[in-house]
């Protein structure tokens, strides 16, 4: 009876989750389901006869989870990656965990959102005092470093051979922190996607850097991204900020808000768009874009990263503190930065060693893995990222600094006042792009130096240590409240401010 609750009860949750999100795999269940898109398969029907006979005679204790029902061990990862990743990791890891301890192991990952909603999600969990996940995989390196800085990271050395393997710096970009906090999983760059058939169609100027977003031939068909909720978002944006310089840097961003048919809550839905031609450009990860290129419509599809202005940049892995499956997770870290979990990331699906059913196109930290033939002829022409020359322009340090207040800026800038901004915008257009009127539209609110001296005073969170005095405590708690009510106050004058100049350029360009 015990055995057929479980088998039943497996069934059921497999169903629940499958048809939930048909598109994300499911392990184990399927032998019990189909991906049927109307109805209950006549398995889950035969799955659920079963389970509610089983659970009529076992009302006695919990259905215990699988991996802890068969002496198991288990893994709780917050993750914005792909389903497809969290696929072939998940699966790679179990598979490999069972050779290396001959345990079984269940990896679960709750939803986190998008990289910055993840980070406030563990924020809040901390201060909750609730330690329930093991391991953060992705995210970007400043948002680990603010990771760090918050306290929500614990160190973790890899064992001598696998940190051998992983130079610490490439092209300028550390790769791993020297405190172990985190280490780059996989190396990445950011650059633009673009539709030649919409260009062509449209008649508009090629795409060659990041400033075609900002052109007004290119209004209504940019794709734009919230970076309070998308950390590859964020991240491009910085790039912006460093490459041009902040004032140009902050104007670009704006007109290419401005320009966006609209403002994605994802990184991964404007390559999506630009290959259905929606939209014509937009920031891209090159992974996104290199998956998207190689799908159906991906025809018409190329990719810039616009030389001199771009940066290479990785994406971590970290072990979080108090982490309830501390032990686990270091075998998933040493799984993740192995050979055997960094070819996943560039051979094809189902080659020995390789994913087993979708092609990640990701670039790994391990030197060697980019001499070997079959990945060097799969990587084809690509250029050796542990060749390239540092980024002259880009300063990681002002990325740190700006990791927390940029997104919130370019919230109630350009997303919260998104229908008058693009109302001001395309006014200026008509009225022929008035000089003055296109400086006021794109001027900041605030200098450089503001904006990082606010970062550190007023968005950094102000923690509670844990032997801190109930006097001391109680002293930092008010402080900490007296700063949420100063950030709140700036959002909300920034918000009417730049609301405010919006309305009246678009009278001001339609008198013109």
């Not at 041009?244 to 320009?259: D, F, I, K, P, Q």
């Not at 092609?359 to 790994?364: G, S």
């Amino acid at each position: 009876m015990k055995h057929l609750a479980t088998t039943g009860v497996a069934c059921l949750r497999g169903f629940s989750r499958r048809h939930a999100n048909p598109e994300r795999s499911v392990y184990g269940d399927t032998a019990c389901l189909r991906n049927d898109s109307v109805g209950m398969p006549h398995t889950a029907l035969l799955c659920l006869a079963v389970a509610l006979l089983a659970l009529a005679g076992c009302r006695k204790a919990a259905e215990p989870q699988p991996a802890a029902a068969e002496g198991g061990d288990e893994l709780v990862i917050y993750s914005p990656h792909s389903d497809e990743i969290r696929d072939e990791f998940g699966l790679g890891f179990e598979a490999w965990y069972r050779s290396q301890t001959g345990r079984r192991v269940r990896v679960s990952w709750p939803d986190a959102g998008g990289t910055s909603q993840m980070l406030r999600r563990l924020q809040d969990k901390f201060e909750a005092g609730r330690f329930d996940v093991d391991v953060v995989f992705g995210g970007g390196s400043p948002t680990f470093e603010e990771m760090k800085g918050r306290g929500l990271l614990e160190p973790y050395k890899l064992p001598a051979d696998l940190l051998g393997a992983i130079p610490p710096v490439v092209a300028g970009q550390r790769i791993y922190d020297p405190d172990y906090t985190w280490y780059g999983a996989a190396l990445t760059n950011f650059g633009l996607i673009y539709n030649r058939a919409v260009i062509r169609a449209q008649h508009l100027p090629p795409v060659t850097a990041w400033d075609a977003m900002g052109e007004p031939a290119y209004v209504g068909l940019v794709g734009a991204g919230d970076a309070a909720k998308s950390g590859s978002m964020r991240a491009a944006y910085e790039i912006i900020l460093e490459a041009y310089g902040y004032e140009r840097g902050m104007a670009l961003l704006v007109r290419t808000m401005a320009n966006s048919r609209q403002i994605y809550n994802g990184a991964g839905e404007i390559p999506r768009d630009c290959a259905q031609g929606i939209i014509a450009v937009g920031p891209c990860i090159d992974f996104y874009a290199d998956r998207q290129m190689h799908s159906e419509g991906g025809e018409d599809l190329g990719y810039v990263a616009p030389p001199g202005l771009t940066v290479l940049n990785c994406d971590p892995i970290g072990i979080l503190k108090k982490a309830p499956h501390r032990p686990v997770a270091e075998k998933f870290l040493q799984y993740v930065l192995s050979p055997a979990g960094q070819l996943l990331w560039v051979l094809p699906p189902g080659v020995p060693e390789g994913p087993r059913k979708f092609a990640l196109e990701r670039t790994p930290v391990l030197p060697a893995l980019l001499a070997r033939p079959d990945v060097k002829a799969r990587r084809g022409e690509t250029t050796d990222p542990f060749s390239l020359p540092p980024a002259a322009f880009y300063d990681a340090a002002k990325g740190s600094a700006r990791v927390a207040i940029l997104p919130d800026y370019l919230r109630v800038a350009a997303v919260e006042n998104e229908a008058s901004l693009k109302q001001a915008w395309r006014a200026i257009i008509a009225a022929g792009l008035p000089a003055d009127l296109v400086a006021e539209l794109t001027r900041p609110l605030i200098s450089e130096d503001e904006m990082a001296r606010l970062g550190r005073e007023v968005w950094a969170p102000i923690r509670v240590p844990a032997d801190a005095t109930p006097e001391k405590a109680t002293e930092l708690r008010q402080r900490e409240e007296m700063r949420l009510r100063r950030k709140a106050e700036l959002l909300t004058e920034w918000r009417n401010t730049l609301y405010h100049r919006y309305e009246s350029l678009a009278e001001k360009a339609a008198g013109h």
